[in-house]
């Protein structure tokens, strides 16, 4: 069965970036794209951007073009995003979700929760 | 980008009744080449990830129950729920997958009386 694996939580400074991992299994990694999105503490959601996995082709939602980087390891069918000068604003719970056939979100991690903390 | 408003923000429910809610696009999610609307609905309770209920706007995901149903077309869309049950406790999204970026409606909370 398709399971994307996140660690629960990251305490990072302000300022200071951080790289959060999905590792992906039960499924061949490379077939499907690869999407970040964040949640805010009782907000709703907003889609990051994707990543194909076969080429490392992105697409980044303009809002986080300056923000995110999408990387993976195809050896390791892992899934990477980094969050560069994190403000308190970027304090949310990041989720990795695998697309279907469409752009259609059909499988999530459990998200990672990333506290922008002194 | 495409605005996606969904309403009501909340509603309280009794058990065994039904529910439905809106879900509002400011753009056709209707693309004429298939007649296929690119919208879909997800569940989030609380403490969960979000999960797949719908897509093309009213297919059930496998395993969804059926008393869930999606329907609309174009701009204007519905979420039914037509017998709710205790477990139905959650936040419901519509999401548009018709072009990029992919964009979420704020979300309709389900409160159960």
């Known amino acids: 069965q398709v399971q994307l694996q996140q660690p629960g939580a990251e305490l990072v400074r302000p300022g200071a970036s951080v790289k959060l991992s999905c590792k992906a299994s039960?499924?061949?990694?490379?077939?499907?794209?690869m999407n970040w999105v964040k949640q805010r503490p009782g907000q709703g959601l907003e889609w990051i951007g994707m990543?194909?996995?076969?080429?490392?082709?992105?697409h980044y939602n303009q809002m986080f073009k300056d923000k995110a980087t999408l990387t993976v390891d195809k050896s390791s069918s892992t899934a990477y995003m980094q969050l560069s000068s994190l403000t308190s604003e970027d304090s949310a719970v990041y989720y990795c979700?695998?697309?279907?056939?469409?752009?259609?979100?059909?499988?999530w991690g459990q998200g990672t929760l990333v506290t922008v903390s002194a | 980008d495409i605005v996606m408003s969904q309403s009501p923000s909340s509603l309280a429910v009794s058990v065994g009744e039904k529910v439905t809610m809106s879900c509002k696009s400011s753009?056709?999610?209707?693309?004429?080449?298939?007649?296929?609307?690119?919208l879909a609905w997800y569940q989030q309770k609380p403490g969960q990830s979000p999960k797949l209920l719908i897509y093309?706007?009213?297919t059930r995901e496998s395993g969804v129950p059926d008393r869930f149903t999606g329907s609309g077309s174009g701009t204007d869309f519905t979420l039914t729920i037509s017998s709710v049950k205790a477990e139905d406790l959650a936040v419901y999204y519509c999401?548009?997958?018709?072009?990029?970026?992919?964009?979420f409606g704020g979300g309709t909370k389900l409160e159960i009386k």
């Open positions: 979700a695998r697309f279907a056939n469409y752009p259609i979100f059909a499988y």
């Open positions: 039960g499924y061949t990694f490379t077939n499907y794209w």
């Open positions: 990543i194909d996995p076969s080429d490392s082709e992105t």
């Open positions: 753009q056709s999610l209707l693309y004429s080449s298939n007649q296929k609307n690119y």
């Open positions: 093309w706007a009213s």
């Open positions: 999401q548009q997958y018709c072009s990029y970026p992919c964009t």
